[in-house]
């Protein structure tokens, strides 16, 4: 079992950044993928980022790749997502999940999530 907080997010301007944490509880947060997906009104929930169990894999979306960086600290059992040169688009709801296997893209290989945190990119 692992739970997840969310934290950092918040109102920026366009051009500005972000930095995003989320906590995990737990003795096994290291054998876990762990990902950020974000939700805009109205819209699917979508892949942003994921980092492997050891932190030597990371994956992004197309639409972040170049801006934010995931990262992890498995002995603080934490992951960050640092956004940079952020667009109004980024605005949504981000959420940190953890997977034990499957594809680290889709939704459904996330087992575990957060409570997510608010990120709105004013123009």
């Known amino acids: 079992q692992v739970q997840l907080v969310e934290s950092g997010g918040g109102l920026v301007q366009a051009g500005g950044s972000l930095r995003l944490s989320c906590a995990a509880s737990?003795?096994?947060?290291?054998?876990?993928?762990m990902g950020w997906f974000r939700q805009a009104p109205g819209k699917e929930r979508e892949f942003v980022a994921a980092?492997?169990?050891?932190?030597?894999?990371?994956r992004y979306a197309d639409s972040v790749k170049g801006r934010f960086t995931i990262s992890r600290d498995n002995a603080k059992n934490t992951v960050t997502l640092q956004m940079t040169s952020l667009k109004p688009e980024d605005t949504a709801v981000y959420y940190c999940?953890?997977?034990?296997?499957?594809?680290?893209?889709?939704?459904?290989?996330?087992?575990?999530w957060g409570q997510g945190t608010q990120v709105t990119v004013s123009s």
């Open positions: 737990g003795r096994t947060f290291s054998s876990y993928t």
């Open positions: 980092i492997s169990w050891s932190g030597d894999s990371t």
């Open positions: 999940a953890a997977s034990a296997g499957g594809t680290a893209y889709m939704v459904v290989s996330y087992h575990y």
